[in-house]
């Protein structure tokens, strides 16, 4: 079981209801985990989690258009994202597009999990690989590292 990371939760507006049935099913797993959400996402989970006499901890970043997606990516970048939950609205425009783009290039580029459904979120938290000494293995980009590190 997952315990001791540091998920992001993000859910577009069509699909925070999904989000919300699905922190129900895993609410266990996600009380023994810090959380990293979007602001209105984080709002809703925290409502949801509290009906359930869990307290998160849990950090809300901005909403998605305002930058959310950005400040999570930077954690990515940062080495501070362990797994990354996205439920995203593939039959909307979104007008922050580029935002969800990077984020989950970071998200490639960092080697972090990243489920964009249901389905792979379940297999992810539930994967008999977390909590033991499985290190993923670190892509190297070394034509694009800085000479001073």
Known sequence: MIVDKTIALIAHDARKADMIEWVEYNSETLAK???ICTGTTGSLIEKTLKNKDIEPEITKMNSGP????AQIASLVVEGKIDLCIFLI???SANPHEAD???LLRQCRIHNIPVACNRHSADLMVTSDLWGTDYLPSVPTYTKFHRNDK
């Open 100 to 102: 969800i783009l990077m």
């Open 33 to 35: 985990n810090k959380l």
């Open 89 to 91: 609205d593939d039959l």
């Open 66 to 69: 305002l930058g959310g997606d």
